[in-house]
């Protein structure tokens, strides 16, 4: 599977490395709402302080938003998509297939009033094939080392660095200007990757940071 990349015309000048930064965040409040309505905060503390789900059973996703909200030292948000899954109590771990990232600004309401999107794409990550695998039979410490887990928790903590990782052990040059590489093409539009980004549905408003995992 061949990585592309995709951003906006002010980011030209810009590595993955250096765009990473933005998405350092101070600590804030999570809100993960899945598909049956289970809406849970959890001050963002430690790996696996996900969620005080009491069910321990395993959840399947098409995407994840990841909303920095107000509280954050920036306000690049979030849509992470592929064959996602969430273990609840005791393991609380990410894992499945990360098809692509898409990075941006406001994760507003639809037009339609239905559910949110990306107002401003800035920088989308295709192709990327990253997986791991979830084993109940393993401590939490060996579930959460699967890359998938490492990629996502990350991004929620503002921790770009397994991603990149994972980038450069493909060999992809995080160091590079983003128009100067072969992998990366500007957007047509700033929108341009609205045609094919899935809404997300969110449960309430909060004044704070939001994980929104939609089946």
């Known amino acids: 599977m061949t990585i592309s990349i995709q951003f906006n015309a002010l980011l030209g000048s810009a590595t993955l490395a250096s765009y990473s930064q933005t998405l350092k965040v101070k600590s804030r409040k999570e809100t993960i709402s899945n598909d049956v309505d289970i809406t849970e905060t959890k001050e ?8 005080d789900d009491p069910s321990d059973d395993t959840v399947g996703y098409d995407f994840i938003g990841i909303d920095t909200g107000s509280s954050c030292k920036s306000n690049t948000d979030i849509i992470v998509e592929g064959s996602l899954f969430y273990s609840h109590t005791p393991q609380y771990t990410f894992y499945g297939k990360i098809e692509s990232l898409v990075l941006g600004k406001d994760l507003n ?13 800035q920088l989308k990550l295709s192709g990327l094939g990253i997986t791991s695998e979830f084993d109940a039979g393993k401590t ?32 992809v ?27 997300v549905d969110t449960v309430g408003t909060f004044d704070s940071a939001e994980i929104l995992m939609v089946a």
């Open 44 to 51: 963002a503390q430690a790996s696996a302080g996900m969620c």
């Open 109 to 121: 309401p639809n037009p339609d009033g239905m559910g949110k999107q990306l107002e401003e794409s």
């Open 140 to 171: 939490i410490t060996e579930n959460h080392q699967g890359e998938v887990h490492k990629v996502i928790n990350g991004l929620i903590r503002g921790n770009a660095d397994p991603l990149l990782e994972i980038l450069q052990a493909r060999g």
């Open 173 to 199: 040059d995080i160091n590079t200007p983003l128009e100067d590489l072969p992998i990366a093409s500007q957007f047509n539009a700033t929108n341009e990757v609205m045609a094919d980004m899935p809404a």
